[in-house]
């Protein structure tokens, strides 16, 4: 079955510095994968998607992720961290042609000033 | 946003008594799903739909019930209702085919005494 691994619970990081959240996915067939944002007491907002049509995917906010099948990875990333985004982030796989996401567990990120 | 709506946005209950959560959606997407999020798990999928009167079980449907009568509304019933179903409540929407990408609601925080 198809599962999706985020390393960290909890990111800290200082406000302009890189924000890097891993995500590793199971799966022998590329599947389409998604990061979602959650600010507190809010529901999961859609930050990004790969859909294989490019590898290195922009998504909103200035966040974006890259797509590699080698290590079955999709993690994703910030080049300057700022307060605003202090939230939960969870990583999510579908395998094509089924009709469920399988989030991961998430990742809360904390910026410091 | 996705046009979702949760009603109640908190329900307090006791145990033992039956509750009904409601999702409402403006867009016409064929695909609705239920979610309760609990720290530590992440999100857990409880029942969804594939269209009107079409629903399947998720991974924690026990004590859980739906149903869809209307493309736009999606119930989902705790029949009696456990300390252990204290949550937050998330439903989502999906046109479906190919990415099945997912729109989330504000949530319904659930507490049971």
């Known amino acids: 079955a198809q599962s999706v691994t985020q390393l960290g619970s909890h990111v800290s990081v200082s406000e302009g510095a890189l924000v890097l959240l891993r995500c590793n996915y199971s799966?022998?067939?590329?599947?389409?994968l998604f990061w979602y944002v959650q600010y507190p007491n809010q529901g999961l907002q859609l930050l990004l998607k790969?859909?294989?049509?490019?590898?290195l995917v922009k998504g909103i906010n200035g966040f974006e992720a890259e797509f590699k099948k080698s290590e079955t990875s999709f993690h994703l990333t910030k080049p300057s961290a700022h307060m605003s985004d202090a939230a939960e982030y969870f990583c999510a796989v579908s395998e094509q042609n089924t009709d469920k996401l399988i989030f991961g567990t998430g990742t809360r990120l904390q910026v410091f000033p | 946003d996705a046009g979702i709506t949760q009603s109640p946005r908190h329900k307090v209950t006791e145990t033992g008594t039956p509750v009904t959560l409601r999702c409402h959606q403006t867009?016409?997407?064929?695909?609705m799903y239920w979610y309760r999020q609990d720290p530590g798990h992440g999100l857990r999928l409880i029942h969804y739909?594939?269209?009107?009167?079409?629903?399947d079980k998720g991974e924690v449907s026990d004590g859980y019930s739906v149903s869809r009568s209307k493309t736009e509304d999606f119930l989902l019933t705790l029949e009696s209702a456990t300390s252990s179903q204290t949550s937050v409540y998330f439903c989502a929407i999906s046109e479906g085919p190919p990415y099945y990408e997912q729109y989330f609601g504000p949530g319904t925080r659930l507490t049971v005494t």
């Open positions: 739909s594939y269209g009107v009167k079409d629903t």
């Open positions: 867009e016409n997407h064929r695909y």
């Open positions: 790969y859909t294989s049509a490019a590898t």
């Open positions: 799966s022998s067939v590329p599947p389409y």
